[in-house]
């Protein structure tokens, strides 16, 4: 692995610069390229600048195979990597009609006129490979230089173009560069926070060579990728089956899953779809985003009819028959409320599985019994129903992040139950 | 402008470098610097390394007059930072005695006992200016190099510790060493491309001296912000004020907001509380997105009580009274479903507000005659209902986030044309 590829990570953008924006790019992009087995030693973050846009590829190409930029390939005149590594790696732009024809197409379907500077995104550098952008107008490219075996590519910065152009280009590019392969596997853990997670493979990340093992905090999340070098797919994910064996005996039930594509919710809506059930919500402090992480899920609508924002103590009674009595003895936040509106919704939906949130998320409303922070989450499956507390730290935001997947993780774990007792014939 | 001090900088971390975490430490140290009217024109970020560090450590003293670097001040040996920042300048360490007792102090209070690397904490750079931890164990410190005018910053890796320490002691000191300020106002703008807002701009930018003139793209919406530098406050306000009057008379309507903290979601809460109202939401598409981005403002449950995600048919005529009729003649995403969802949110919660969403949001359930990316939006104000139609481009999460930010536009401008009809004794 010591012949590896070495890249280097430029983000473009005064936005970044002046700390407008969290450069959440370069973090997908290092996560990625890790991945892949290339060594990264530095990531830039430069301005909409000629010179120092300039200098900064010039520095990345002395020390670096690989250069990814994202950013500055917007229709403005502010606009200038394309300009800038062109020159850099010695090629002229040209209009290329492709691009020009895509950007037409891209302006009638949304019922918009293009203006002037938008045909600035189909100036392309010569002998570049073009990246079509899926999500949005400019289109990437990367620029080789094979003599010397420099690769510059260009990306645009809005992060869901980067995203879905690094997936749908960039990767299998990088892939034909590399001698061997890498296979990564990611064990997805939700319910047990990061550090104790770390200590409980203590010994695996002491020991490891290759496979490789590294920990990501998300929210209420910890992804374990492990990642070996092989010189087929083969050999390389026979490296890496024993880690992830051993992974998944040590974490057990709190590893939702271990597939690329499946995130949190997606592992939920897989567990009611493929179980023939269906699913309402109720929703107090999370207002809505938890019916948003379910309804993300392509597909959804085979079992997700109806949600329930019950924001204010009457709506609680109103829509979802919360008794006046359990709110006045209990408060709005408790145990009893989340119970009775998880049971409300799953009555009035007659659906299979429901679940509810009502917290404080803050910054005002909490008081020395019921502090910010303090969220109960209810779950009903076919007629049981499961109340958890929470006690989160934070922003308002993170708080209902927080609670949001919490929420999701206590329907998985209930669904399970369920559908385990159900095969040993408990219910 | 141009006795300006720059800024440099350096994020120091393997988890940086590889993507295990997002870097907000520079986020929040570029915003904080150009506040106070420093240019920087660059950031980086370098593994624990001392020969890299070296070299960029060396880099920015090149080009800029005072660098921060955050992290690297552990008690580990990969912990270098301090020990190759002093090389640069030129300094030895010597065991600071006051240092050395603030650990221990800490530990005692936190009922830990200090390991023998701890103290290498306490190792500072002779003629430093030491900065205290109140948040942690590693002290900051100032390298300064007066004759050169250099100002070399560390501070710990842990954000709440960089960020207390950046606040307690590096800003004052940043402070004494500058002349005049920079004054910045944004003029925020929705329901215009960027490209388009920059063309009705051009002029304004080509002539752009100071005030400085610059926008930001984000979902939906479009940021301008004019920025100034002054010998005091007082002049810098001045220069900003009649081209913010001149963006005012250029896009009229189309601004929501010129406040620093006032997001979109914050303008339509603003203007819903402001006159009195209350609001429910209903959606299909959005699935719950909307009012969690209504939700996200503190202080909106004097407004808003109710909301419902209606994804089935079933649960638009059960849950909103939407006609079979209307189903059947029109379906579920068109005009016509989307005014009677409106209505019928409106009439079940009583409110005075309502805006309903429902739309394709992909990637299957497309037709020739309703493609992927088509959503109605209505908006219902006391009485009067107003229906757009969009066509949004993207992957499912573009779609629905491009929806959402279109509703809280549309209702923003209902009730706007409401409030000024009432004005004028309209209605």
Not at 36 to 54: E, H
Not at 396 to 414: E, F, G, W, Y
Request: hydrophobic content about 35%.
């Amino acid at each position: 692995m010591n012949d590896k590829l070495t890249v280097e990570l430029i983000s473009v953008g005064t936005e970044i610069l002046m700390g407008n924006i969290i450069n959440t790019n370069a973090a997908f992009l290092a996560e990625q390229c890790v991945r892949l087995g290339l060594n990264c030693y530095y990531q830039d973050v430069v301005g909409d600048n000629a010179d120092r846009l300039k200098a900064t590829i010039d520095t990345a190409l002395g020390r670096a195979d690989i250069i990814i930029l994202g950013g500055g390939l917007g229709p403005t005149q502010d606009d200038l990597t394309k300009e800038t590594a062109a020159e850099c790696m010695g090629r002229k732009l040209y209009m290329d009609e492709d691009s020009k024809a895509a950007i037409s197409d891209y302006f009638a379907r949304t019922g918009r006129t293009p203006t002037d500077n938008n045909w600035k995104q189909a100036m392309m550098p010569e002998g570049c490979i073009i990246l079509p952008n899926h999500n949005g107008t400019a289109p990437g490219c990367i620029i080789a230089d094979k003599e010397n075996n420099k690769h510059v590519i260009l990306l645009p910065g809005p992060p869901e173009e980067l995203k879905l152009m690094y997936t749908e280009s960039v990767e299998p590019y990088l892939r034909s560069l590399m001698k061997g392969t890498i296979w990564s596997k990611t064990v997805k853990i939700c319910g047990i926070g990061e550090s104790r997670a770390e200590s409980m493979i203590e010994d695996l990340i002491d020991s490891q060579t290759n496979p490789t093992i590294a920990t990501y905090a998300k929210t209420g999340e910890v992804h374990i990728r492990v990642t070996a070098y092989g010189e087929d797919e083969q050999s390389a994910k026979k490296l890496v089956k024993p880690m992830v064996k051993e992974l998944k005996s040590r974490f057990g039930e709190y590893i939702y899953s271990t597939e690329e594509d499946v995130t949190l919710e997606k592992a939920v809506v897989d567990l009611i779809t493929g179980n023939g059930l269906t699913v309402s919500t109720i929703e107090s402090c999370t207002g809505g985003l938890l019916a948003g992480r379910l309804i993300s899920v392509p597909g959804v609508s085979d079992a997700f009819k109806s949600g329930l924002i019950t924001y204010s103590n009457k709506s609680k009674r109103k829509l979802a028959g919360v008794k006046k009595s359990t709110l006045d003895k209990y408060g709005a936040v408790s145990k009893q409320t989340a119970a009775e509106m998880v049971k409300g919704v799953a009555a009035l939906t007659k659906t299979d599985v429901a679940v509810a949130t009502t917290g404080i998320a803050g910054p005002d409303g909490g008081t020395p019994e019921k502090p910010v922070g303090l969220v109960y989450i209810a779950c009903y499956v076919c007629g049981n129903v499961t109340v958890t507390e929470h006690h989160f730290n934070g922003t308002r935001q993170k708080i209902r992040d927080n609670a949001v997947t919490s929420a999701l993780n206590l329907m998985r774990r209930c669904i399970l139950e369920y559908c385990s007792k159900k095969a040993f014939g408990g219910e």
